[in-house]
């Protein structure tokens, strides 16, 4: 990931393309609007499989050559997408075997978007061979900035159950254990007399009268996305056999539970991320801060491109709410201040038809002479005046952690209780911070920790010897840990781990659970946070409760009521130069306030004085910070600005004297060019 | 359908009749209850298939020409059924090919009802051959008066994904689109890389990653309807070829979706329907009145047959309620106040055995000692006073519009909000114009309007240009419209309409829509009701607003809160000698009230002075008119009756004299020979 | 069942052991551990059929023959089980035919629990060679009491699809109905249309347009029942033939609704069941005492043996709901008081892999130095000090009906109300017997009833005249009756009685019904309940109304709203010697309280005077009575003894005085060596 930024010295912006849809006539005002709107950059390809290649090994380019000549006299860089997110309806034709399986064995067929089979080699060599061409082809075309390979990678399926899968399964396990001895051992299958005695014995985890063997389970959620893997890397490849532009494949983040983002990240040259906001979520700005960390952290902390997000609603939940004014862009620009250095959508224009023609889009069905149109041409002037920030970093003292293997361990069946998901969990961990105006990368249980002055583990079921061990000295090291009940219970083979739940812990944490004590449903229960020196606050602990015994911690907070009444249910640890904690509470985020304000007491870090929900994110160049102020309240607020002399507001292109005035749901963005007079404080 | 009516100059009287089921003892009973009971006419042989077919080509006649002779020779008129709707045993074991295949690919058996493939050849060509011998053998006997060719159409089930219906399906499209340039087309198949390159490649809509195209599935719905009719009019040409008494299907009205009445109506000599209350629904006799209005729509405005209805409960709700005293007879004579000259029930005795045994019957399990056949009685003897009101009509001055092709449309997926459903808004401004007691007729959006003071469009998501221009000239022409919101989203192909949603509207409502604002799942908001002259009013709003912009219209009730504030949330537009009015808001029955008082009053509509409950339906003869009256409250009420010298009361044989006294749950039957002094005032 | 009790004149005590699971260290302390608890007996061996048979024909009883002599050295029982419950790999690799189909024809593979197709000859013959080759082998094994066959039979399934069970199924109803004339009158083929005219035409009740015929459903389920308990019959004909020690099957009483336990008890030599609480169940010691008076009366009132609970909380439910302190232990106690002469848990040892790891055991994960193991240590004390009652019997005055059949009936679609569930109508007048301290026996409408002086019948919806009869002759000989709501609706083939619902008990009942009247989802009404000589009182109903009409009853309550306003609620009919009830309501369990009391004062049951929440259970033997005393509140309670000089307390082991004291959740258990004085009374 080391590659050059491709997309200038600017914050890039534009959209997903579909010239496709539109006539000509549409099409030659669609480059005069783009000019108007600012775009830079539009994203082309996906979906013209079957108009490149009409018929299998025929192909058509023409269009193409023409298209790309147009964008790229009307100054637009072209983000070249390789089709193999949607094979032509000839290719399920010819192929049925490649089609997926569902766990039921129905195939999938045509008529939608989604892969084939992702281990079929006649899916696999079709998508080579068009990327091949299309490399070939365009390796030199001056529009071409950057390749897309596919959509998506995990959405809208990622399991398969076909013949090819099952082949492909049991080659991915004789690799990962060696041998059946192996196989046996790490799936427990001395457990309901599940021994196998050959290789050909193995199968996909199909239906199954009672819940299938979880290990067998977690594994074929990691081969899934090795196969998708594979896909990309074989896509890339002859990309980068046959031309040099940087290639990318746009995740989902959070939002495609399938992909390990940070497993992929390292196979990209630029991390791209879509992000949609979820519609019955009130504090959706929230859960896009956190995508947008995820994504920064699994980019390793370099510039990203924000692929896909709407200008308003959306057309696949159930209820699509529409962005409200200002909305579109306060959400554009938080993106850009947790380091997205592009700023794209879904889509250009909206489609008349097709499944997603309730999709919004930089050019509504309204057309022009709308409230949205009128707010992209807006933003696409606001995007042109940040550009200086183009390359500058997010700094954060604060990691949560995030393993989406531990997230596929814990979403199996037959866990203590339905009520704990780790995605739940590590949002309200998260929007507590957020609500603390803290920023905060999202980080593998295995990685550095070093250079965090915290580090939360909201949701670490899974959780290896070796990245407990990696816990355990960040903590020796100085650091503050807080850990979320529920914790290292298994190891990676979803077998608990020798000593009980939370073992590999017990030394940081100086507790260890004798058993866990879910709530029923929709119970509540108390807890009764006491730390030294404080008024003793109750707080609301709903569904989880767990039977904690001390070891060395000390008890911060108690169970009040419910099964662990008298119990801990928050404990504190020193370890070696740092402080652990140990939260084996289920608390709203309300309750989360001062669990972490003592955390932070323990880190040495002190939130800023900020209006309640200012969001407020720093971003650091060379002798210069950006600060992007977001105000998502209905109310006007002020945020003071210390020694403001040397501080510019970019968007109104205003000195700052002061304090900065925030209109409700307004933004701004400082710039400091002495070390910012931190409005965190 | 300008046949002559086949059941007598009375109000005919009868169910469902399964001799089958029963001994001979049982039998001969039957006839003398049915006397008893006052019965006119029974259906018979809907079920018999395998009884008149025992072996393939094997025919067994006999039982059927005692049976007809015994109903002739008891007075009793027969509607002989096809038994299309169950194939027998050896059918299926025969021709295992031409089963259902559900989207999934599981066929469906025997053991249930519910027919086979309707694309199969070998289930067309044996429905042919059994339903010409039934015409062969059958065709002079005096009994039979009615053809019945198979039950409830497109129930339980109507989609097949069976290979014949790919054959099918493929040959439909070539029909309608020509070519695959069309289809492509049609079906906007560039969105997410669709595009067929041969026939062979077309599919049926099964299952898929994401979601099907959104043009095939409502082709499939289209194609499937369209199999269904072929099957009927296969079976009702090899009758009508071999006898002349008029075929019949039985309808469902609104709760069979799969089928279009007012496509179908024309290829039926009499309209029949089945209705069923909903149990859950405490206004269950709301939705009767739809079902019935629809019914006639359909017919045109003729005679139809209620095919059945029930007695007392259903078996197949969830909560079998059942009819309460009285109830049963005002079920009836709303049917034939809304223009059936037929009250037939499912079914004349209760089975002992199968799926139904718990549903209702005219002789209930508990024999004839029994509130439901002491009812039974006295109904038929209501009927017979009514003799007099066959063949009259019912007149509206307003309409409902019905397009089953855009609920089809609308009820795909991936719409704005999961809580816009057609039928709902159909029921609910149905529901305030019973309330108001105005007759309703229920029209399709291209149907001849200039006989309508009043029309209304509660839910017309897709409207072809075409039906868009005819709503615009009734307006031009001095009509008075109605539209609510998500109108006019998309075309027959659900493509949106060019100049975005509502496009095809803009010159009549004088507003053009920008955006569609879906509320969250149960949130509320408030709509400020302020027409000129009118104290505000403050009504609910959920679930739905719109961005709605002026043209010319006026602005008579605003948003005030939700994502809408301050937009319009009803507009009115003068539009040549007409009025116009848009109502982007989702409104409760009680919301719709102010809204459509301020219409009628443009329409010059007055809707009668009734007590609240109680449902007045006129239908008029040469010379004389008949009004039902059914009080549906707990309480008696009196209905004041104009110039009272000429009216007569049919039930009680009394002359009316001021005032008509319906107790509580009562009904009156009101002849006037004069032009009627109207109850509705 | 006259079997010698093979475990010892003790309460034996004991778990499920998987040795397999473990390394020989591990092992070796098991067997001290076993010591410290208290363990007599072990269960071993059903989930090893890959170890003892690793591949098709090649055995081996290597490490089996050492565990025993480990086991047996240590001094502990073991029951060994067959492991038809879990066919290895390479079984479901070389038979695939030999899979379960579901209903929708998937197949059901390897990788969890559950058996092969049942009827699959291959199955069979595998599962009789490892049975044999068990049985000859450790015939004279001393360690070895008691045979253990298969697992759980009907779960996690009963029902198959195969080709293997259409053959079968065939030849069962060919066995049932002799021909097809029979078959065609008990399914009542008739009726739409499914007349059968040869074998091969006859399916299993597979997929289907609309509703199955529900009696075909109805005879699938006893066939499914029946395959199984051929298997079984095998395995256990292959045991007798080559070993003498008593063999068993673990049942599930009534949370396994595919068995019929009363009549596969008389084919197991000792009665075993399984059971579990259900965690969202406050009461769930209520269940528990259901569920151990139903495995007692399907015992016939022998010893049988608690094979499997937990020592906390399960892993399979939601919400995994963990044992609080004593709860295990009265959960224990509360088996032993109705019948149970053995405790023995699932699992000796938590196993750290596979789909029920998070299920507790007697050794947690958190090893001895746990809550858990320190009451295991605890409860095996205990149980050593209840010796003397092993063999000692429990005898109540009071049978409840429970008949699997009906509840498969009552279970089929299409029912007049889906809020009528036979097993929650069961619970709910067992649970009014449980606060009023009677000890319940579970008895077949067809048993011999003269031993108990009351006869509830909670869901009797299937009763055949020759239970009706039995019922009536009950009560003629003097006995009390009462038959709840949707009674007596069908006979065998779930066809509805010839004169009506509850046709068979009008004579006894001296009531008929005319028509049930389902309330709406959520109404309730009232029944103003008023016998003779007592103030009314107003008793809450819901779901459920009928029109009775009186043919010699009294009426006792009334509906005092709700469709059956002013109808009977309840009636009483003096018949013979006996009295007879109906309650053709819905009534809570408070509502109940009125009407068993009235029953009670027909039946002269007086019930003991003990506090609320108290469990109170005697077992009777040779000149002795102990009696089980259980404080299932959150305060301390006196009970009182009556002339207390020869009672004596076991648990604590001291001489009773008058009272007894119960802690909060506390136990006790009397003995009285002369006739007790009652502490019921």
Known sequence: MATEWPLGRRIAYGADY?????????????????????????????????????????????????????????????????????????????????????????????????????????????CVRIASRLAERYADHPAVVLWHVHNEYGAPVCEDFSPHALVAFRSWLADRYGDLDGLNAAWGTTFWGQVYGTWDEVGLPGPTASIGNPSQQLDFARFSEHALRECYILERDAIRARASQPVTTNFMANECPAIDMHAWAPEVDIVSNDHYLTAADVDGHIGLALAADLTRSASGGAPWILMEHSTSAVNWQPRNVAKRPGEMARNSLAHVARGADAVMFFQWRASRFGAEKFHSAMVPHAGT????????????????????????????????????QSHWAQGLEWRPSVDMDAQERTRTWYEQLWRDHLTTDLVRPTDDLGRYRLVVAPASYLLTEQAAANLTAYVAGGGTLVVAGFAAAVDETDTVHAGGYLAPLRTVLGVHVEEYLPLREGATAEVEWAPAGEWPTTLTNRVWQEHVVLDGAEVVATFASGPGAGLPAVTRHEHGAGTAWYVPAFLDVDGLAPVLAAAYADAGIVPPALPEGVEAVTRVGDGVEYTVLLNHTDSDVEVPVADAGAVHELLADLPVDGTVHLAAGGRAVLRATVPTPDPRG
Request: proline share 7%.
């Open 18 to 126: 579909n010239p496709e849809h539109w006539t000509q006539d549409v099409r030659d005002e669609d480059l005069v609007l783009m000019r108007e709107a600012g775009v830079t950059t539009v994203t082309i390809g996906m979906w013209d499989w079957a108009l490149l290649e009409p018929r299998e090994g025929e192909y058509d380019f023409g269009w193409l050559d023409r298209l790309l000549d147009d964008l790229h006299a009307a100054g637009i860089d072209v983000d070249l997408g390789t089709p193999s997110a949607a094979p032509p309806a000839w290719f399920y034709a010819t192929y049925p075997e490649a089609r997926v399986l569902t766990r039921d064995g129905v195939p999938l067929g045509p008529g939608s978007r989604g892969a084939a089979a992702p281990t079929s080699p006649q899916y696999r060599e079709a």
């Open 369 to 404: 002479s709308s409230r949205v149109f009128r707010e992209v041409v807006e933003l696409g002037r606001d995007l042109a005046r940040l550009g200086e920030m183009q390359g500058t970093t997010v700094r954060s003292d604060v990691a949560l952690l995030w393993d989406q």
